[in-house]
């Protein structure tokens, strides 16, 4: 009897793949597809575009465990019309990422990407070098989700004052106030440091457009480690130019690799890095325990026990 499929495209150490096959025995694990093996394919580690035609002509995929937190690249659509189970990697990339922020905002903060700009071309600033407290300042945290939550912690230790957007304005822990998404634009003025940390949905596209940026303070920071998309680029940049905001510091981009040709690289008032927020120490281990817990409930009830996405949503 041919056996299930749990299919990824990439390799696992030894111990996850040992304990899946505990776990699920019925099922054997592939990191490499044949044309014959298509069909039985029922459990997807990732998604690999290239076999996406086959897997959805099939009735046997169940269940998609995506890598990232977000799931805007994969076909939603179709996994809801045929009923496929789709859990995310939301939790893991939480400590990464809300260090990046504060590493941006500490280094925005003392002047250190003014001072390396200065640095390569031999400038001794004094005391010209831009600085500011981090004490006291506001922080807008676009989205209140782990990630959101793990950087208000880290934020109020340096005293910054940590308020939070989501969907409703319902409170979370660690915020002084939320607010929902269709009040952001009355907050904006408000805020010295503005962080988008948004999934990707049709309310998300195109949120920070030239309405948005233009209410923006103009000493705000503002940093995308969310989803490139979320951003309209032209509009950030003519913002950028017009001053409607001070600084920006990029992770994420509509395209990526961002073109050689765009004026961000090269503009003082912008920090670029190519979507590196999310780089996670320990990364399998984190995914595995997601996945893994997951795959107890799967095979004894066919249902998720953890970071299943709501389909309709898209989170």
């Avoid at 480690?225 to 017009?242: H, N, P, W, Y």
Wanted: net charge negative; glycine share 6%; with cysteine.
């Amino acid at each position: 009897m041919t056996k299930k499929i749990i299919y990824s495209d990439r390799s696992f150490r030894q111990e996850f793949i040992d304990e899946i096959n505990r776990l699920a025995p019925e099922y054997t694990f592939k990191t490499k597809l044949e044309a014959e093996d298509l069909p039985q394919v029922e459990i997807s580690i990732g998604w690999n575009s290239m076999y996406q035609q086959e897997l959805l002509a099939s009735n046997h995929l169940k269940w998609v465990q995506a890598i990232s937190a977000g799931v805007d690249y994969l076909p939603l659509a179709q996994f809801s019309k045929k009923g496929i189970l789709v859990s995310n990697a939301s939790g893991i990339h939480v400590e990464s990422i809300s260090e990046h922020v504060m590493g941006i905002i500490l280094g925005y903060s003392r002047g250190l990407f003014q001072a390396q700009r200065a640095q390569i071309e031999q400038t001794w600033l004094g005391s010209s070098v831009h600085y500011q407290a981090v004490e006291n300042k506001k922080l807008l945290i676009i989205g209140t989700g782990h990630i959101g939550k793990m950087l208000a912690k880290k934020a109020t230790v340096f005293g910054i004052e940590c308020y939070g957007i989501n969907t409703t304005g319902h409170p979370v822990d660690g915020f002084k106030k939320t607010y929902s998404i269709d009040q952001l634009k009355n907050v904006l003025p408000t805020a010295d440091i503005v962080v988008n940390i948004l999934p990707l949905t049709e309310q998300t596209n195109g949120l920070f457009n030239q309405d948005v940026f233009n209410v923006f303070a103009s000493h705000a920071l503002f940093i995308n480690v969310g989803r490139g998309a979320s951003v309209k680029t032209e509009d950030l940049i003519k913002a950028l130019q017009q001053e409607k905001l001070a600084f920006a510091a990029l992770d994420v981009f509509e395209e990526e690799p961002l073109s050689k040709e765009s004026p961000l690289w090269g503009m003082e008032n912008v920090l670029v890095t190519s979507h590196i927020a999310g780089q996670t120490s320990h990364f399998q281990k984190k995914l595995m325990a997601i996945f893994l817990n997951n795959l107890k409930t799967y095979v004894a009830e066919k249902e998720l026990s953890m970071n299943e996405i709501d389909l309709s949503e898209g989170y």
